[in-house]
């Protein structure tokens, strides 16, 4: 069975500083990567995936992810964030071959600050 | 547009009830799937439907059950609805992908039910 660890439950930051939300998985078998964000009041909204190919993913709203396979890693990154960001972050795992279930972490709620 | 529903955004039932969570989808995805989100603990899977009529166990099943009669709506049972089960459901579906290829899941906006 594979498992998400998001160590951290808040991240507060300021307006224009940069961002990393934290995400290490655990599986025996290869996996697909995701993050997803839900803003306030509304459901989960796909940000970025790591299918395979280049370990550096770009996604929508500005965030990247990298692929670490040697740390089984796969932070989140934001050069300068913004009020609008403000959002809780899940990072899930599935893997690869037979399987349609997604594994999510319990979340990351990012605070951005003026 | 990509659309998932959900019958209600708030509901407050009472100890005992039978609850229904309805879910609809407008894309033609096999894969519908339940959710719950509760402070802490991220999204859990109660229960997902690869096709109408089928139905698999999620991580939590105990005190659900589900319904899919027809491939665009997949409904979420508490038979007897209980105060620990207060929280908020999520509804999400996807094409069937088969490998290599990934189909992404389209959330609702989610029911927050509170069970007194």
């Known amino acids: 069975a594979q498992s998400v660890t998001q160590l951290d439950s808040q991240v507060p930051v300021f307006e224009e500083a940069p961002v990393e939300l934290r995400c290490n998985y655990s599986?025996?078998?290869?996996?697909?990567l995701f993050w997803y964000v839900q803003y306030p009041n509304q459901g989960l909204q796909l940000l970025l995936k790591y299918l395979s190919g280049s370990t550096l993913v770009k996604g929508i709203n500005g965030f990247e992810a990298e692929f670490n396979k040697s740390q089984t890693s796969f932070h989140l990154r934001k050069p300068s964030v913004h009020i609008s960001d403000t959002a809780e972050y899940f990072c899930a795992v599935r893997v690869t071959v037979g399987g349609n279930k997604l594994t999510f972490g319990t979340g990351t709620q990012l605070k951005v600050e003026l | 547009d990509v659309k998932v529903t959900q019958s209600s955004r708030y509901l407050v039932k009472r100890t005992g009830e039978k609850v229904f969570l309805e879910c609809v989808q407008d894309m033609d995805h096999e894969n519908m799937f339940w959710y719950r989100q509760d402070p802490g603990l991220g999204l859990r899977l109660i229960y997902f439907s690869y096709d109408v009529k089928m139905k698999e166990k999620g991580d939590i099943p105990e005190g659900y059950s589900v319904s899919r009669e027809k491939k665009e709506r997949f409904s979420l049972i508490l038979e007897s609805a209980s105060t620990n089960q207060t929280s908020m459901y999520l509804c999400a579906s996807s094409l069937m992908g088969r490998p290599p290829y990934y189909n992404e899941q389209f959330f609702g906006p989610g029911t927050r039910l509170t069970v007194l």
């Open positions: 599986s025996s078998v290869s996996v697909y």
